[in-house]
């Protein structure tokens, strides 16, 4: 199956109120909630999208964003814990 993500950011630019980063082990490791749902999960960031997200600087312009959304290329947007995002954010496919 190909990527759904199309990486357009819009079921990203306003869900910082819903993910919550509840504890972090340096920039790698995350415990998270997802409000939404009540799931809570583990994310791992590391390789290119370490690099990303260590960049936040970049997001100051979307404030109201997931945190773990980054900026990527041509007006793209990209997620640095894809493989590990909640339920909800993997059964979002873009219209």
């Known amino acids: 199956m190909a990527d759904p993500c199309n ?46 997200f260590r960049d936040s600087d ?7 964003s997931c945190p773990f959304l980054r900026p990527g290329e041509d007006e793209s947007f990209h997620c640095t814990i894809y493989s590990f995002r909640p339920d909800h954010c993997r059964r979002f496919f873009c219209a």
């Open 58 to 64: 970049r997001m100051k312009q979307y404030p109201d």
């Open 7 to 52: 990486r357009c950011g819009k079921c990203c630019l306003h869900m910082r109120r819903y993910m919550l980063v509840e504890r972090s082990i340096g920039d790698t490791q995350h415990f998270c909630h997802f409000t939404l749902t009540k799931q809570r999960f583990f994310a791992r960031i590391g390789g290119e999208d370490l690099v990303r």
